[in-house]
């Protein structure tokens, strides 16, 4: 008996909390393949730092996934499970050029961590195999999305406010609306490239 | 020795030229089968990087774990575990999931001196008359090569047309490799692979993966002794194709590494006119002897640290890169020459032994690389006797040289090079030296400083130049000695190149 009480104040509670947040959703097209949506920084808002640490591996000549979409501030590793050495760097992060980084070659089995602290796309590259890239979309909130393959998206937990939401996608400008949350919000874009 | 006319001596080393730049080569194949770019093997295609030479040395996979690379899976030919029938089965195979071709075509501008023509004495038209400029068409080769599992690998490489035309065109190399076959004998990894077909000979610096527009001279060098008073006509050089078989052992991007092979005996040293008969047709060589060649080398791997001196590839702290190493070998090569001349008696067979022996060096700093090789040559000679019922022997005809070259690569786009060519020949000094020059805009003198620069416009189009010079010549002298007429054969090649 104690316990179904306790259920449900659970989800009273749960309902109370998503009532005050929604969703955005919609879909990216134009492009093809996966996209990355996120919600842009709010002024005078922080967020908790994020404690998830995303794995990318390098198998078979490839990063994988190809693209990751974190949170400001995440720790992404890198492993290497091929039997070949691989290095990892990227150029610039959001087009910064002086965000340029390379964390060298580890062998086999190893991983090496970086804690991405400035918002945008990290392009990533090996320089011995020039055709391995990957993404790392570092989003400013806790609110992105990663599409499906055909575009659509969908970021929850949004709490309700007015946002710029911003779509990036491999090789295409990028796109920001502004996106009122009440619930739910709808944003669909348009990318080109 | 009639046919040594200035035109057909320019004809030959402009065929030279092309056959000696025409055999293996990068291979896009394996960039679609492992889905990777060219860069991964070369550093400027066609040279190797230190992956590259373990990616050959294992029979065209990679070192390990070769299946978690291949983005095409193989077709098998039957399902592994036949093996457990075998002999009562066909022992399974694969062979690639593409077909594994490449294919290469390339294109030059050549720019020659005015002086050049100076040669030609007085005005006279007696020898060729080279063009200022110049547009060649080049090779289109097709190169297929892989491996079919239980590590055999295959190359064929066939020029489909040279110079624009199909004539010329011919095998470059064509074998099977049985690499590692010393496990059947429980011999160490690596030690024993078995290679038969035609190929290039295992050279310190491979000829077919050089980088240079004009090959390297030393391997272009046929013998032919001085007229009149040697009869050496052997045009074996070093750098042509040879048939037999060839086994190997050791690595060729850390420690030793060493090769023999046995071959067909050099019989195009027979001429076709008189005094010479042509050797019986439809045989590559017409005696059971054969010839035999043989190399060994060591390299030492300069890294600090030894984790990364006994990798592949040496672990920079922007990436995996070449070792910092030194590389020393010797080799050698044993033939006989087969001249039939017309004797009193009938026709007589002069089977002039020769050989060539060197040594070599290679020095590697991350993308600067100093190499050369120095090669004496020796052929006996065989006179017909007074009588001419048979030989004497006479002076033998020798010759020397080799090169020096520097290749630095500025940018990963960007190759420079430098590089010195000598050979020092006294039977060609003498031919020379009463007749009319050893003349080539692509061999020449012999003697030579080329510097060169190429461009990869992509991983797989490459633009590439180079300016050979040479020093100043002339054919007639005043009775002081200076020189009347005197010329450079220097020339400027331009190279337009991609492989698909
Ligand atoms: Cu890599």
């Known amino acids: 008996m104690k316990r179904t009480w306790i259920m449900v104040v659970a989800v009273v509670a749960m309902l109370s909390f998503t009532a005050s947040a929604g969703t955005i959703s919609g879909k990216v097209s134009g492009v093809t393949g996966e996209s990355v949506v996120y919600v842009e920084a709010v002024a005078g808002k922080t967020f908790p730092a994020p404690t998830e640490k995303p794995v990318i591996d390098q198998k078979g000549l490839m990063f994988t996934p190809h693209i990751v979409a974190v949170e400001q501030g995440t720790t992404v590793e890198f492993l290497n499970s091929d039997k070949v050495a691989h290095n990892v760097f990227w150029p610039s992060v959001g087009g910064n050029k002086k965000f340029s980084k390379n964390l060298g070659t580890w062998p086999q089995g190893e991983k090496r961590a970086f804690k991405f602290d400035n918002p945008g796309a990290v392009p990533l590259l090996c320089n011995v195999h020039p055709e391995m890239g990957g993404y790392i979309v570092v989003s400013p909130t806790p609110y992105f999305a990663v599409t499906d393959k055909s575009g659509n998206y969908k970021i929850e937990n949004v709490p309700d406010g007015s946002y710029s939401v911003t779509a990036w996608h491999e090789g295409a400008k990028n796109s920001s609306k502004p996106v009122t949350v009440a619930g739910e919000g709808k944003a669909d874009f348009t990318l080109t490239k | ?500």
């Open chain 2, 1 to 500: 020795m009639r046919f040594r006319g200035p035109l057909f001596v320019f004809s030959l080393l402009l065929l030279t030229f092309f056959f000696a730049t025409a055999s293996s080569f990068a291979i896009p194949a394996f960039s679609r089968q492992y889905g990777t770019s060219c860069t991964t093997c070369h550093v400027d295609y066609p040279k190797l990087n230190d992956f590259g030479k373990a990616f050959k040395d294992a029979g065209f996979k990679f070192p390990k774990d070769d299946e978690s690379f291949l983005k095409v899976p193989p077709v098998m030919l039957g399902a592994p575990a036949q093996k457990e029938l075998w002999p009562h089965t066909v022992f399974p195979g694969t062979i690639p999931g593409l077909p594994p071709i490449g294919l290469r075509y390339n294109q030059f501008f050549q720019y020659t001196p005015a002086s050049a023509n100076n040669y030609n004495p007085g005005g006279s038209t007696a020898g060729p008359n080279v063009p200022r400029t110049d547009f060649e068409s080049g090779l289109f080769s097709i190169f297929m090569a892989g491996n079919f599992g239980s590590d055999i690998a295959f190359w064929v490489d066939d020029d489909l047309s040279v110079s624009g035309a199909n004539s010329n065109g011919g095998l470059g190399d064509g074998y099977l490799k049985f690499v590692n076959i010393g496990r059947v004998f429980k011999l160490p990894t690596d030690s024993l692979s078995l290679r038969v077909g035609q190929f290039e000979l295992d050279l310190p610096f491979s000829q077919a993966r050089s980088i240079n527009i004009s090959p390297w001279d030393i391997y272009t060098q046929a013998n032919i002794g001085f007229s009149g008073s040697q009869n050496v006509n052997n045009v074996f050089a070093l750098g042509d194709a040879a048939q037999g078989f060839e086994i190997s052992g050791g690595h060729q991007y850390a420690g030793y590494h060493y090769s023999l092979a046995i071959v067909n005996q050099n019989t195009s040293g027979t001429s076709s006119g008189a005094p010479n008969v042509s050797s019986p047709g439809g045989f590559f060589s017409d005696s059971n002897y054969k010839d035999i060649y043989g190399r060994f080398s060591y390299r030492f791997n300069l890294e600090k640290d030894s984790a990364s001196r006994h990798e592949v590839q040496a672990a920079g702290a922007t990436g995996p890169r070449d070792h910092t190493s030194l590389a020393l070998g010797t080799f050698f090569f044993k033939g006989r020459s087969v001249q039939r001349i017309d004797g009193d008696t009938g026709v007589l067979t002069a089977r002039e032994p020769f050989y060539r022996f060197g040594g070599d060096f290679s020095f590697n700093y991350r993308t600067f690389n100093l190499f050369g090789l120095y090669m004496y040559g020796h052929d006996d000679d065989l006179l017909l006797n007074s009588g001419a019922t048979g030989f004497t022997p006479g002076p033998a005809a020798k010759f020397n040289g080799g090169f020096l070259e520097a290749d630095y690569l500025a940018l990963p786009w960007v190759m420079t090079i430098l590089r010195y060519d000598r050979v020092q020949s006294s039977a060609d000094f003498l031919s020379q030296s009463g007749g009319v020059n050893y003349f080539s805009p692509v061999g020449s003198t012999r003697n030579r400083v080329t510097p060169g620069v190429q461009f990869l416009i992509h991983a797989n189009i490459k633009a590439a130049f180079e300016y050979a010079i040479r020093p100043q010549q002339a054919l007639v002298y005043d009775s002081n000695g200076k020189a009347l007429n005197a010329f450079r054969t220097n020339t400027a090649t331009g190279m337009l190149e991609f492989v698909y």
